[in-house]
């Protein structure tokens, strides 16, 4: 699976921002899709994941009610909309796929380059 992300940018806060995935293959809908962020100095760390055939879907404390991951079988494509974006927000953020129902990175096989989230006060 080759996964290719974009859609980041710099915005201030309190804006919103889509960031969209778009995955090669036919069979992404085995897969479980993750969105996931790296600030600068920091671990990466999760934000969200929507399973694959139901579509149940987990987001970290730090978004939740801010942000929601979706997906479009019929597009091969896995979304991250961001509302209510802080400074603390920003980061690279990496859309990655699991053939199992993960939260954590090592659990992810594919990852996408990253689209960069500046969130200005």
């Known amino acids: 699976v080759q996964l290719q992300a974009s859609g980041g940018g710099l915005v201030q806060a309190g804006d919103s921002l889509r960031l969209s995935c778009i995955a090669s293959g036919r069979t992404f809908i085995s897969y479980t899709m993750g969105w996931f962020r790296q600030a600068p100095g920091k671990e990466r760390e999760f934000v969200a994941a929507v399973s694959n055939w139901s579509g149940n879907t987990n987001h970290a404390d730090s978004v939740k009610g801010r942000f929601t991951i979706s997906r479009d079988n019929s597009k091969n494509a896995v979304y991250l909309q961001m509302n209510s974006l802080k400074p603390e927000d920003t980061a690279v953020y990496y859309c990655?796929?699991?053939?199992?129902?993960?939260?954590?990175?090592?659990?992810?096989?594919?990852w996408g380059q990253g689209t960069l989230v500046t969130v200005s006060s």
């Open positions: 990655a796929a699991s053939a199992n129902w993960a939260v954590t990175t090592s659990r992810y096989n594919y």
